[in-house]
């Protein structure tokens, strides 16, 4: 075993555990940050599998936009997780017989690849590069898989942005264009009132007669 190997399986071993803490980790905080370690350890695989791109774009995407985002998100909400734990071991033995049938989905794909073996690179490959040879792949064999990824993307953000402006009775909004065509005569009225002066009291005399 040499140590590429060995990290192999170091990082294979840290992935699985924060995999595991992130669905048990009875704090919210933490299971995002256990998200973060996976995310990292799963790029480290990466690396070694000489995915440098994918490596990196992990780390910049995920674990330094995104985890941030649900970081602060959570921090801000003050989330409940009690009721989210309600019926966790209740669901979850189809929780595991879900799992382990995409995880036996996901083996019956690469076995394929893993019993062909790694082909050797070839003298253009090492010239060009991992990361160039990827952005040829998606923009030629791939392309209309990217394309559609894209407008799946777009229809996602578009419903994401119509379910915001749902209108709603206990909130309240405003037109802009009633706000563009107002005007200062139909904001503020200057009214003339007659100013109005109360009679002195009459002093109050002490004692009486």
């Known amino acids: ?104 989905q996901m083996a019956l794909v690469l076995m394929r690849g893993f019993q062909g073996g790694a082909p050797a690179a070839t003298a253009r490959e090492l010239e060009v590069g991992n990361t160039k040879l990827l952005g040829i792949e998606i923009y030629t064999d791939y392309l209309y898989p990217l394309q559609l990824a894209a407008v799946l993307l777009l229809v996602a953000i578009i419903a994401a942005i119509a379910l915001t402006l749902r209108e709603r009775k206990d909130s309240k909004h405003m037109d802009p264009s009633e706000q563009v065509r107002a005007k200062k005569a139909d904001r503020v009225r200057l009214v003339k009132i007659a100013p109005t002066v109360e009679q002195p009291s009459p002093p109050r005399q002490e004692g009486g007669a």
């Not at 933490?30 to 990292?40: D, G, I, Q, T």
């Not at 003050?78 to 995409?102: C, M, Q, T, W």
Request: hydrophobic content about 70%.
């Open 1 to 104: 075993m040499n140590s590429i190997t060995a990290l192999f399986y170091v990082f294979s071993a840290v992935l699985l555990f924060a995999g595991f803490r992130v669905i048990t980790a009875r704090s919210t905080v933490h299971a995002a940050l256990y998200l973060v370690l996976a995310f990292f350890s799963a790029s480290c695989l990466w690396m070694l599998l000489r995915a440098e791109f994918l490596a990196i774009a992990l780390v910049l995407v995920y674990v330094g936009a995104v985890m941030v985002l649900f970081l602060f998100v959570v921090m801000m909400l003050d989330i409940n997780s009690d009721a989210f734990r309600e019926g966790f071991y209740k669901h979850l033995p189809v929780a595991g017989f879900v799992g382990a049938l995409i995880a036996l």
